[in-house]
C-alpha cells in the first residue's frame, strides 16, 4: 500500500459521504487496503460530522478500560 493509493480513495469515499457511517461504507466498499482507508475516511467524517453517539457507545463497549481511558482523556484534552 502507499499514500497515493489510499488518500485519494478517502477522500472520494470521503467527498461521497452523506454522514459518518456512510464514509465509512464507502471507504469499505472501495476495497484494496479497506482498513487504512477507512481510517483517514472516518478521520475526516468524524471531524466534519461527528461520531453518532450510538456508535461512540458501541465502539466503548468493546474497548477494555485503559483503552477507555484514553479515549476519554483525549476527548476531553481535545472537545469537539
Not at 36 to 47: F, K, Q, R, V
Not at 52 to 66: S, Y
Request: net charge negative; aromatic share 8%; hydrophobic share 45%.
Amino acid at each position: 500500500s502507499s499514500c497515493q493509493g489510499s488518500v485519494p480513495q478517502a477522500l472520494v469515499a470521503f467527498f461521497s459521504s452523506t454522514d459518518f457511517e456512510d464514509a465509512i461504507r464507502n471507504a469499505i466498499s472501495i476495497g484494496g487496503d479497506s482498513d487504512t482507508i477507512a481510517a483517514i475516511a472516518g478521520s475526516l467524517a468524524e471531524a466534519h460530522y461527528g461520531i453518532p453517539e450510538d456508535l461512540r457507545e458501541a465502539a466503548m463497549q468493546r474497548l477494555d478500560a485503559p483503552l477507555q481511558e484514553i479515549v476519554t482523556a483525549f476527548e476531553a484534552a481535545f472537545p469537539a
